[in-house]
T-cell receptor
Framework: AQTVTQSQPEMSVQEAETVTLSCTYD???????LFWYKQPPSRQMILVIR??????QNATENRFSVNFQKAAKSFSLKISDSQLGDTAMYFC???????????FGGGTRLMVKP | NAGVTQTPKFQVLKTGQSMTLQCAQD?????MYWYRQDPGMGLRLIYY???????DKGEVPNGYNVSRLNKREFSLRLESAAPSQTSVYFC???????????????FGSGTRLTVV
C-alpha cells in the first residue's frame, strides 16, 4: 500500500513571495504519478500540477513547479510570486502507473497574506 | 457545463437514519469514485467502480454501499448513519486506467454531511 505524508499542516506566505510545500511518499512501485491538488474555500478540487515518475525533468506550470526526488521519495511544490488567490488547502496525491485510484496526503493549509 | 454533479450539497442526518448521495457525470468516463474528506486525513477512497456493472472497496468501505446504476451514475448509500460518518463526500470520475493520454480526475463539488 502507498502512503503520502504532508508534514506541514499550515503555512503562510506574504503576497509576491515564494513558498514551498513538502510531500513525501512511500511505495514499492517504480512507475507512478504524483499530483498536487488545490482546494479553495469553494471545496472544488483543482489539479495544479502532475509529475510522471519516469521523467527526470521537474514539471512546471506557470508559477507552480515541483522538486521531484525519486530516490528520496520526495515531491515538493514551489509557488512563486504568491497571490491572494493561492490561499487554499493543497493536497499531494499518488497514483500507480496502471492504476486509477488516488492516495492523498493529509493536506497543507496555505494562507497568502497581503 | 460538462462535469460531475453531486446532490445534495448539504445534509444533516440523525443517527440511525439512512440516505443516498447521488452522483452523475456527463464526460463519458468509465471509472467513478467516492471519497470522504476529514480534517488532517486528506481524501480517502470509500468505493470505486472501474466500469459499469463493477464496484470495489476502497480504503474505508465500512458502513457504506454503492450502486453503479449506469455509466453516468454512481450512488453512495449510508444504511444507518453514525456520527463517525460526518464528513465531506466527493464523487469523481476519470477515464482510467489508461496507458497514456489525459489521466486527470474530475471531481464533484462535494456534499457536507453531518450526523447528529
Amino acid at each position: 500500500a502507498q502512503t503520502v505524508t504532508q508534514s506541514q499542516p499550515e503555512m503562510s506566505v506574504q503576497e509576491a513571495e515564494t513558498v514551498t510545500l513538502s510531500c513525501t511518499y512511500d511505495t514499492s512501485e517504480n512507475n507512478y504519478y504524483l499530483f498536487w491538488y488545490k482546494q479553495p474555500p469553494s471545496r472544488q478540487m483543482i489539479l495544479v500540477i502532475r509529475q510522471e515518475a519516469y521523467k527526470q525533468q521537474n514539471a512546471t506550470e506557470n508559477r507552480f513547479s515541483v522538486n521531484f526526488q525519486k530516490a528520496a521519495k520526495s515531491f515538493s511544490l514551489k509557488i512563486s510570486d504568491s497571490q491572494l488567490g493561492d490561499t487554499a488547502m493543497y493536497f499531494c496525491a499518488f497514483m500507480k502507473r496502471a492504476g486509477n485510484m488516488l492516495t492523498f496526503g493529509g493536506g497543507t493549509r496555505l494562507m497568502v497574506k497581503p | 457545463n460538462a462535469g460531475v454533479t453531486q446532490t445534495p450539497k448539504f445534509q444533516v442526518l440523525k443517527t440511525g437514519q439512512s440516505m443516498t448521495l447521488q452522483c452523475a457525470q456527463d464526460m463519458n468516463h468509465n471509472s467513478m469514485y467516492w471519497y470522504r474528506q476529514d480534517p488532517g486525513m486528506g481524501l480517502r477512497l470509500i468505493y470505486y467502480s472501474a466500469s459499469e456493472g463493477t464496484t470495489d472497496k476502497g480504503e474505508v468501505p465500512n458502513g457504506y454501499n454503492v450502486s453503479r446504476l449506469n455509466k453516468r451514475e454512481f450512488s453512495l448509500r449510508l444504511e444507518s448513519a453514525a456520527p463517525s460518518q460526518t464528513s465531506v463526500y466527493f464523487c469523481a470520475s476519470s477515464d482510467l486506467p489508461f496507458l497514456g493520454g489525459d489521466y486527470g480526475y474530475t471531481f464533484g463539488s462535494g456534499t457536507r454531511l453531518t450526523v447528529v
